[in-house]
């Protein structure tokens, strides 16, 4: 009785799981048109004011989306998660009104620091204990050696926090990369490939604003920062099993 149990437990995930990769298509569509929608109005003049509605968009579809898809998942993994993307809402709206006060720059900073603890917390609950960092953390912090040397002269009182969220970053990177052969290889892929691309947005980012003006900026900054948090939320569906 209780392996036919197992059995139709097995079965009732491979359903969700399925279920969710059938619905990944077209919302993906559905997603990357918000996405264009969003570097189109960023880039007009007379629909400047849709890029209020549109960037937040971007997570938010991303947040309903893996709300609905994710009963497989461990209830504290799905909340986790979520909090990720909604730290992440929070970071993009505030970060759209830095014009107005410097503040909230700080606050958005906060806010994706925060939104990075989660997905840390997410993917250290499938940390492979056998896999060693070593090498990978002295590539990230050579990267980051590098990034830092061109951003230090500009971050005046900017340094501190910077340097923190620097750490924390390399962290979020860190804790995708140690899931490698704990998880299945496409769970693997989509969230180490949307950690990294986590760290060039943010990278950009920074170097837009620390260090000179970079060309097509605001384009190169949102297309990885989409698809970062897409892979990500991609990837954690993919999960076939809940955390050991």
């Known amino acids: 009785m209780t392996d036919e149990l197992n059995i139709f437990d097995t079965l009732c995930t491979i359903s969700i799981i399925s279920m969710s990769i059938k619905h990944i298509k077209p919302f993906s569509i559905i997603f990357f048109l918000i996405v264009l929608a969003e570097l189109i109005f960023d880039s007009s003049t007379n629909l400047s004011q849709l890029h209020y509605i549109t960037k937040p ?6 947040l309903i989306f893996f709300w609905k898809q994710s009963q497989h998942l461990n209830n504290r ?3 986790t998660t979520a909090l990720a993307l909604i730290f992440s809402v929070i970071g993009d709206i505030l970060l759209m009104f830095v014009e107005h006060s410097p ?6 900073l906060v806010s994706f620091l925060i939104a990075h603890l989660m997905y840390a917390f997410v993917f250290l609950k499938h940390r492979n204990k056998n896999k060693n960092p070593i090498g990978f953390v002295g590539l990230l912090l050579i990267y980051a050696a590098g990034l830092f040397y061109l951003l230090k002269d500009g971050l005046g009182d900017m340094l501190i926090p910077v340097i923190v ?3 924390i970053i390399l962290s979020m990177a860190t804790t995708a990369f140690l899931r490698k052969s704990e998880v299945n290889t496409s769970s693997y892929n989509f969230v180490f490939l949307g950690a990294v691309l986590f ?3 943010d990278s950009l980012l920074a170097l837009n604003k620390f260090y000179q003006s970079l060309a097509y900026s605001n384009i190169t900054i ?5 698809l970062a948090q897409y892979f990500i939320v991609i990837g954690i569906l993919k999960l ?4 050991r």
């Open 240 to 243: 076939s099993e809940s955390p």
């Open 165 to 167: 969220y620097m750490i």
């Open 57 to 62: 968009a971007i997570v938010v579809s991303l």
């Open 103 to 108: 503040n909230y720059f700080m606050l958005g």
């Open 77 to 79: 993994l799905r909340l």
């Open 222 to 226: 949102m297309l990885t920062y989409a």
């Open 199 to 201: 760290m060039m947005s």
